[in-house]
């Protein structure tokens, strides 16, 4: 049986504060990485580590962590990851170089891929009625968008008052809270049928993600023969990963799963978006700090369209899709996700902020899509294979993330270069920040406008073609559980274990 209601909504909300935290985690660390380079004297390959650690961290461990909560129960991992983020956070106040920061980040990666498969696992259990779980994975979809938004404001706030130390401090009560929540309001679930803990599979998984996902975050930077090995070695390990699964009655991942392809256009829906998503943030970001010079906090004030947007569109997509089809809803949300984007590139030059803003608004409206591609994606599986579809739909996220930020990325590094004097510095070429203060500085920022606006344009059109495929591959009477036609699943009951 499911849990009374008053305690599936009040585990919702742990496990979305939860969320809140990590993804905040993400942008208010972009904030405080000045203060704390100077503080700490930190170079720029330290600087690196310490954005980056923390993602390749995550994405390697998420197949394994979400085995674990399969097999030894997913709220257990759940609270570990609790305790890992609490006590790697309250560190930073003992942390006097760059080497214990990354160390520090480290295990708030490991903490963070305990939590992010164990949470859509728990909506999972919490949400049997696929109504319901749509609308709670609605919600939880806004809880990212908006925790993106805020995270800078926060950020900037904490750092007027206080030190680079606050943007990790900021974790613990909140963790803590987390723990007495989750021990009160969360069911304790394991699968019925769990995936083996594969040592090999572990190793192969692993090391596939991390070397694939460093090596993208090095082309980025640095387009070399390294980076492209890297992805190559990680596109080779990861298919021996997932040819050692389907050799395997349970495997540790359940790939699989892809042969259905309502989960398959759930996690393309949903890499595609957070890929669009995350390029926004960064390139967006940096515009309004650089070429406009707001503060961080004016900044994050800036991004809010976006995260009104999302509030709005992700809890009542279920709603509109229970009426006209849970298709057209998706497809409408990748469409709305387009046109914000198609919006930026469409703008007149130079940029200004009333039409940027329109477009965040629409593509937080168009964040409704994500929403209802984690409901198809949780809703297709099976309720003993919730830790693998977590797990895949985590790393969606994670790999959209960073092909963002790599890929488009560096397609508007290319393009604010070409828009720049041929006498134009070093330090201009490296970065538009490195042109403030320079003779081309006009130039620079204007062609950084133009980067921005461009990439939209392209970012637009591929999501444009996505949603044209999405509206092929999706049957025309899908429901907000996953199943169409005859294929649509009652609600059921996961497997609940009341065991702490």
């Not at 030894?72 to 305790?83: A, E, N, V």
């Not at 976006?306 to 990748?334: D, K, N, S, T, Y």
Request: glycine content about 12%.
């Amino acid at each position: 049986m499911s849990a009374p209601a008053t305690r599936r909504w009040a585990g919702l909300a742990v496990l979305a504060a939860s969320l809140l935290v990590v993804v905040m985690d993400m942008t208010i660390l972009n904030v405080a990485l000045p203060d704390l380079s100077r503080d700490l004297g930190t170079g720029t390959v330290a600087q690196l580590w310490i954005v980056d650690v923390y993602a390749l961290v995550l994405a390697g461990l998420l197949v394994p962590a979400a085995a674990i909560g399969d097999r030894w129960g997913r709220r257990r991992t759940l609270l570990i990851g609790f305790g890992l983020f609490a006590a790697a956070s309250a560190a930073a106040l003992v942390a006097d170089s760059s080497g214990e920061v990354i160390a520090i980040r480290a295990v708030l990666g490991v903490g963070g891929a305990l939590i992010m498969p164990a949470t859509l696992s728990l909506i999972r259990v919490l949400f049997p009625d696929a109504r319901e779980r749509a609308f709670a994975l609605g919600l939880w979809a806004a809880t990212a968008a908006v925790g993106g938004a805020i995270g800078p404001i926060i950020g900037g706030a904490l750092l007027e008052a206080f030190s680079w130390h606050a943007a990790f401090l900021v974790n613990v009560p909140v963790m803590a809270l987390g723990v007495a929540a989750g021990l009160c309001f969360l069911p304790e679930s394991r699968s019925a049928r769990p995936g083996r803990i594969d040592a090999a599979g572990i190793v192969l998984s692993v090391g596939g993600m991390v070397a694939a996902v460093y090596g993208i975050k090095h082309l980025a930077k640095h387009p070399d023969l390294l980076g492209v090995g890297l992805v190559a070695v990680g596109a080779v390990v990861l298919t021996a990963f997932v040819r050692r699964c389907l050799a395997q009655d349970e495997p540790m991942l359940e790939v699989r799963l892809f042969a259905d392809r309502v989960f398959r256009s759930g996690v393309v829906g949903a890499l595609v978006t957070s890929t669009a998503l995350m390029v926004l943030l960064f390139l967006g970001s940096q515009w309004m700090q650089v070429v406009q010079g707001w503060s961080p906090i004016r900044t994050g004030v800036a991004l809010l369209p976006m995260a009104i947007g999302g509030l709005i569109g992700p809890p009542f997509a279920p709603r509109l899709a229970e009426r006209i089809g849970a298709r057209p809803v998706v497809v409408g949300g990748m469409a709305l996700l387009a046109a914000g984007l198609l919006t930026l590139g469409l703008l007149p030059r130079p940029l200004e902020y009333t039409g940027v803003a329109v477009a965040l608004l629409l593509v937080g409206f168009g964040t409704a899509a994500l929403g209802l591609a984690s409901a198809l994606i949780m809703g297709s599986a099976p309720a003993d294979k919730a830790g693998s579809a977590a797990a895949m739909e985590e790393m969606s996220y994670e790999i959209g993330g960073v092909l963002g930020v790599a890929v488009l990325g560096s397609i508007a590094g290319v393009l604010y270069r070409s828009g720049l004097p041929a006498d134009a510095p070093d330090s201009a070429l490296e970065s538009v920040t490195g042109a403030v203060g320079s003779a081309v500085e006009g130039a620079a920022l204007a062609s950084y406008g133009d980067a921005f606006a461009m990439v939209g344009l392209l970012a637009g059109a591929v999501v444009a073609v996505v949603a044209l495929l999405l509206w092929r591959d999706l049957p025309a009477d899908l429901d907000v559980g996953g199943g169409h036609g005859e294929d649509a699943p009652e609600s059921e009951a996961a497997p609940v274990d009341s065991r702490s």
